[in-house]
């Protein structure tokens, strides 16, 4: 049998297999629905890879299907994983986070937070060089700070 023949029984073989569907995509055709009824629960043939399993040998197609979809869903649960992360970097990290006073804040002053020295602004109160201060909040450039102490022996109290 010539290579052309061999080819064109093997795209016949494939369309009786395979019924063609416009835009809607792949759709097995009732004879071979027929034959594998008793996995076809199973299979979803819309989602996207199961045509592998109709052009290629099944140990073939499931060796490739299973590490993509594997490594697909450690990919979908990393992103998930890092969009539901607190922030990293910013202003919205410095909230809540300690720092140390290294310029006397009365009521303003420098701390060092993070490795960075920022403008700092205590609501009246008085801080000393060396004193840790927790950032509540910020207001452009400038952190705002308080008494660590003061929240804690208000929520003991």
Request: hydrophobic share 40%; proline share 4%.
């Given at each position: 049998?010539?290579?052309?023949?061999?080819?064109k029984k093997?795209?016949?073989k494939?369309?009786?297999?395979l019924?063609?569907?416009?835009?809607?995509?792949v759709?097995?055709c009732?004879?071979v629905e027929k034959?594998?009824s008793?996995?076809?629960?199973y299979l979803d043939?819309s989602?996207p890879?199961f045509g592998?399993?109709?052009?290629?040998?099944?140990?073939v197609?499931?060796?490739?299907y299973?590490p993509?979809?594997?490594?697909s869903?450690f990919?979908y649960?990393?992103?998930?994983?890092?969009?539901?992360?607190?922030a990293?970097?910013?202003?919205?990290q410095?909230?809540?986070?300690?720092?140390v006073?290294i310029?006397d804040?009365?009521?303003?002053?420098?701390?060092?937070i993070?490795?960075?020295?920022w403008k700092a602004r205590s609501?009246?109160?008085?801080?000393?060089?060396?004193?840790k201060v927790?950032?509540?909040g910020?207001?452009?450039?400038?952190?705002?700070?308080?008494?660590?102490e003061e929240?804690?022996?208000?929520a003991?109290?």
């Open positions: 049998m010539s290579e052309a023949k061999s080819i093997s795209l016949n494939r369309r009786r297999i019924d063609i569907e416009g835009n809607t995509g759709r097995v009732p004879e034959e594998f008793h996995v076809s629960h043939y989602h890879g592998l399993f109709f052009f290629l040998p099944f140990r197609a499931l060796s490739i299973l993509v979809a594997a490594a869903g990919v649960f990393k992103i998930l994983k890092a969009m539901s992360s607190k990293q970097t910013g202003f919205e410095m909230v809540g986070e300690e720092a006073v310029e804040l009365d009521p303003e002053g420098k701390v060092e993070m490795d960075e020295i609501n009246g109160k008085k801080f000393p060089k060396g004193r927790k950032v509540s910020v207001q452009g450039l400038v952190l705002i700070v308080e008494d660590p929240k804690r022996n208000s003991k109290g």
